[in-house]
């Protein structure tokens, strides 16, 4: 009897240790920025770009905010395509990676490079003679042997907001290239791809439907949609509510397309960017809407934006003078997808 009662009693744990697991895999959060700043790449650290601290984990930590997109530059972590990493930007970007994980939080770090290079004083896209698709490739199978050991590493961002390509399979090849350069040396951790022109999700069947046919051996792929809502998606705001046309349902007009194609191709989703104004509280209902249907919908996602040096940036949730930003209100009642 009591052999049996052990057995039950390990199983028990077991199926709650899974379902903890689970139900940790969608965290909601939000991007902490400052490592793709500045126009002088690769800069000077603390001038011209920085990385989050303490005071930023420690803040949406108790805000239950539990997953943080951070943002860097290829450039930065390497400086020559082909070379190793800068150790001195790698540890930079490691003291972050290790802060979150004593605060227990997940971290999904970005690579927010718009499927391009700074060569010279020119952006070159990536699959160009100046930038090889292998040279990518390199980079982040260099980045995971860094970070293939880390607990708290949510996924490898491979690329924020792929635009203006040459070819319709452009990105997808560029993707598939690093999935299987990461898959060498990583066969474990979640490799989370963004999608073409700018990653819309309203745009999603039409310009990154192809992508649900990469090929991950270790079949661990989550695919990253961005949702604004003003006008012309872009995050922009440069008008009243009104006259962005902006309803209460818009956040969850530009969604759908990207969750009913998650849906149909049964694949993981993520929403690695929204984000609204502070000046208006109507923008707030359209944010709560969406952030509700994504939660019912099992899609998590990060805010944009908050970190260190956004100043007076309206979409911020950086609090100022100790205070809350008016978006706190409804970001604090997302914290985890179903």
């Known amino acids: 009897m009591k052999k049996i009662t052990c057995s039950l009693l390990i199983l028990l744990s077991v199926a709650i240790s899974k379902a903890q697991v689970n139900s940790a895999s969608k965290p909601f959060g939000v991007n902490l920025a ?65 802060a979150a994980a004593k605060r227990g939080m997940m971290v999904l770090p ?13 952006w070159k896209l990536i699959g160009t003679p100046e930038v090889p698709v292998e040279a990518v490739a390199d980079a982040w199978a260099k980045i995971a042997v860094e970070l293939k050991d880390k607990k708290n590493i949510w996924g490898y961002g491979l690329m924020n907001e792929p635009h ?11 993707a598939q290239a690093i999935i299987s350069k990461v898959r060498s040396v ?10 073409d022109s700018w990653s819309s999700a309203e745009r999603w069947p039409s310009y990154s439907g192809n992508l649900k046919n990469l090929v991950d051996p270790s079949n661990n792929l989550i695919y990253e949609a961005h949702i604004y809502f003003d006008e012309n998606s872009s995050g922009a705001y440069k008008f009243p509510y009104s006259k962005e046309l902006a309803t209460a349902e818009t956040g969850i007009v530009r969604a759908m397309p990207f969750v009913e194609w998650l849906k149909a191709n049964k694949l993981r989703g993520f929403i690695g960017e929204y984000g ?29 934006a908050a970190g260190p040096w956004w100043g007076d940036y309206h979409l911020a949730v950086q609090p100022r003078n100790g205070s809350d930003r008016p978006q706190m209100q409804i970001l604090g009642k997302y914290l985890q997808a179903k």
């Open 276 to 304: 609204v104004p502070d000046n208006d509280p109507k923008w707030l209902v359209t944010l709560d809407k969406l952030l509700n249907y994504l939660q019912q919908n099992g899609v998590n996602g990060t805010y944009w």
């Open 164 to 174: 203006d390509m040459p070819a319709a399979d452009s990105w997808f090849t560029i």
């Open 110 to 122: 970005d690579m927010h490079n718009y499927c391009r290079r700074k060569v010279g004083n020119d």
């Open 186 to 195: 990583d066969p474990k951790t979640t490799i989370v791809v963004g999608g």
């Open 34 to 98: 400052g490592g793709d700043f500045g126009s002088n790449i690769p800069g000077v650290f603390n001038k011209d770009y920085t990385y989050p601290g303490e005071a930023d984990l420690d803040y949406f930590k108790k805000k239950g905010l539990n997953l943080i997109r951070v943002p860097f530059l290829w450039e930065r972590l390497q400086p020559v395509m082909g070379a190793d990493l800068d150790k001195q930007e790698l540890g930079r970007f490691m003291a972050v990676v290790d």
